[in-house]
């Protein structure tokens, strides 16, 4: 039997509920702050993201890519910002109002082991905020990431603020971080040693238990800021304040891609289990647009594996079943069938939800089936009603009929309907 490819998932009836909750409050939060949609590529040039995301990185390892036809290297996108930032230079989105502010979701594709909330197919939420250099928009942005938790039922994310610098204080502190490992190398775990000289600030980030001490130790990058890093610091830590956003600084917190400069962080559920307890981060990327070699164009965003949220919500969301409808329509032998079908249709145009009973099923099999998929009103016709071009609407929580003329059938349905909503 042909099963899912290892690490994707389907997303099941069951379970559509809490996504589409996730969905339309991604949505409320990233337009109620003046963000709009932008719908991205599923693959782009391979070039995007080797530029963009670095070398060494593990994104860049973690790529699906391809030779299509024509003979383009192609990659099904591993992130999205760098592809709004493709999407801003060309479409000419500089003559707009700055900052341009963007959203997104959709799937992302990284090859990498499975495991509870990290899949090879996951799906991201993204805000991008591209044309400013204010540190404002970096505390606006990391309290947009935390009113979308809250919207959806994580009450208690913290967010972890640190400063990597930039291209000029940077490769000094770079130099005296690598020395420090060097002399504790034997103390670190082997990706800690591979990382060492490739990528010395993901050491930082090592969650292995042995290292804790070596890297709780290592020199602080927020100790050794340049004078234009330390005033964006400190300007962003006084708009996280005006805005009542609580923080913690990390200084071992840094990104994986290779853009990122100055701001970054990351929110965590209240009860951190690990590395995979991290809900989603974001940070200032100046140095991206020259990656990818458009003209320099500051810029500031956050992402969140949605599956991860899904993971962490607090509420349950144990809402109405797959399926719900409002009425269902029973029916006995051909003729009736017909009759039923042709109600359905005027509710279905009406934006009622309903369906009917297929395949001459008994009517007591129908009404369970009406019970299962949680429908207020049942509609039944037999002989007797088609006789008399009416039908039979029963309230299915007090047990309360009438018989109803097929000529006024949707008028007496919505009625019906209106009446079994509870009073608020």
């Known amino acids: 039997m042909i099963q899912s490819p290892r690490g994707t998932q389907d997303i099941l009836p069951d379970t559509w509920p809490a996504w589409r909750r996730i969905f339309e409050a991604a949505t409320r939060v990233a337009e109620g702050a003046g963000y709009a949609r932008i719908e991205l590529p599923m693959f782009e040039s391979t070039s995007l993201f080797t530029h963009a995301t670095g070398e060494h990185t593990d994104v860049n390892r973690e790529m699906y890519t391809f030779e299509d036809r024509g003979g383009d290297q192609l990659s099904l996108r591993p992130e999205g910002t760098a592809s709004v930032f493709r999407a801003y230079f060309q479409h000419g989105m ?5 900052p341009v502010r963007l959203y997104y979701m959709g799937s992302m ?7 509870k909330g990290r899949f090879r197919e996951h799906r991201q939420f993204g805000c991008e905020a591209i044309g400013s250099s204010d540190a404002l928009v970096d505390a606006s942005l990391l309290a947009l990431q935390g009113r979308f938790y809250r919207a959806v039922g994580i009450a208690n994310a913290k967010a972890t603020v640190n400063s990597i610098g930039d291209e000029n204080c940077r490769p000094a502190y770079l130099v005296d971080l690598v020395a420090y490992l060097r002399l504790h190398e034997d103390e670190l775990c082997g ?13 930082l980030d090592c969650k292995v238990p042995g290292c804790q001490p070596v890297l709780n130790a290592a020199p602080r990058i927020l100790d050794r800021l340049c004078d234009p890093c330390r005033l964006h610091w400190d300007r962003f830590v006084e708009g996280l304040r005006a805005l009542d956003t609580p923080f913690e600084i990390n200084p071992r917190l840094v990104r994986g891609l290779d853009y ?5 962080w990351e929110f965590l559920p209240d009860e951190p289990g690990g590395a995979q307890a991290v ?3 974001g940070g200032r990327y100046d140095a991206l647009a020259q990656a990818i070699g458009a003209p320099p164009v500051p810029g500031v965003g956050f992402s969140t594996g949605l599956e991860r949220v899904l993971l962490n919500l607090q509420s349950e969301m144990n809402g109405d079943p797959p399926g719900k409808i409002d009425v269902f329509i029973a029916s006995v032998g051909a003729e009736a069938e017909l009759q039923a079908l042709a109600i359905a249709g005027q509710l279905w145009d009406a934006g009622i939800p309903a369906d009917m009973g297929f395949d001459n099923r008994s009517l007591g099999a129908q009404l369970k089936q009406a019970d299962a998929r949680g429908a207020k009103i049942a509609v039944i016709i037999g002989e007797t009603e088609l006789e008399q071009h009416a039908a039979l609407v029963k309230n299915l929580t007090t047990g309360d009929q009438q018989q109803a003329a097929i000529a006024s059938i949707l008028t007496t349905i919505r009625e019906s309907v209106s009446a079994s909503q509870p009073s608020t």
């Open 94 to 98: 500089k003559v707009r109002p700055q």
């Open 279 to 281: 809900l989603g981060g």
């Open 109 to 115: 594709f990284r090859y990498e082991r499975p495991q």
């Open 191 to 203: 990706q800690c040693r591979e990382r060492i000289e490739r990528n010395p600030l993901r050491v």
């Open 260 to 264: 990122y400069t100055r701001t970054v």
